[in-house]
Nanobody
């Protein structure tokens, strides 16, 4: 069974930084496409960043140049480094992995894989205040 556990959320002031981590218990961690999705109160979920087995990445326009997605296959951990945070980055952040961990790669759409996400973490809250 695939389990995803996020950590690293918290409260920070505008301009600050946070690093989110997500450990994924899956033998096919290295092959899978995975990413970060966020949801602000009253808003729909939106993709933030995704990374595939070749370490190719994509980003939502709103976070380009400020956020960096990476992963450590040996530790089976996905990261999201968030710099120069803005108030509009406030949201619940979820890590997710593509259904079946099939290795279909990233989408052209920022924050998404070719295949729909099929596994989700419980989420970690990020709050940015001025």
């Amino acid at each position: 069974q695939v389990q995803l556990v996020e950590s690293g959320g918290g409260s920070v002031q505008v301009g600050g930084s946070l690093r989110l981590s997500c450990t994924i218990s899956a033998d096919r961690f290295g092959a899978a496409c995975m990413g970060w999705i966020r949801q602000a109160p009253g808003e729909e979920r939106e993709g933030v960043a995704a990374i595939d087995s070749d370490h190719d990445t994509n980003y939502a326009d709103a976070v380009k140049g400020r956020f960096t997605i990476s992963k450590d296959n040996a530790k089976r951990t996905l990261y999201l480094q968030m710099n120069n945070l803005k108030a509009e980055d406030t949201a619940m952040y979820y890590c997710a992995a593509e259904a079946g961990l099939a290795g279909y790669g990233i989408s052209r759409r920022g924050g998404y894989c070719h295949r729909d996400y099929g596994y989700w973490g419980q989420g970690t809250q990020v709050t940015v205040s001025s």
